[in-house]
């Protein structure tokens, strides 16, 4: 199984921006897709967006859109989230994962790999 390992987590007003990282201990197959996903703390893991591996489809959830854009790097293994125009929401655990599955790639449940978490807080 594939080991994921998140980065650039960190503290930054709202309005700010951070660009996370997460690599991967071995080559990501092309039919794989990649996902992050945020938890605040005592609620449940939140579908922020993914993007296919192979030509670099994107889709993301409402509440990021047009402020988050994930992108990726083949040759490094290596999946990114830039955050930009942070939002007040305080602290939340930023996980990337990834799946062979095509279907409800907005669900936790559909993915296989996750990395242990890097956190991002937006202060107001």
């Known amino acids: 199984q594939v080991q994921l390992v998140e980065s650039g987590g960190g503290l930054v007003q709202a309005g700010g921006s951070l660009r996370l990282s997460c690599a991967a201990s071995?080559?990501?197959?092309?039919?794989?897709?990649m996902a992050w996903f945020r938890q605040p703390p005592g609620k449940e893991r939140e579908f922020v967006g993914f993007?296919?591996?192979?030509?670099?489809?994107?889709s993301y959830a409402d509440s990021v859109k047009d402020r988050f854009t994930i992108s990726r790097d083949k040759p490094k293994n290596t999946l990114y989230l830039q955050m930009n125009n942070l939002k007040p929401e305080g602290p939340s655990l930023y996980y990337c994962?990834?799946?062979?599955?095509?279907?409800?790639?907005?669900?936790?449940?559909?993915?296989?790999?996750w990395g242990q978490g890097t956190q991002v807080t937006a202060s107001s």
């Open positions: 994962a990834d799946t062979i599955k095509w279907t409800a790639l907005n669900a936790a449940r559909q993915y296989d790999s």
């Open positions: 993007i296919a591996w192979n030509d670099g489809g994107t």
């Open positions: 071995e080559e990501t197959r092309n039919y794989y897709n």
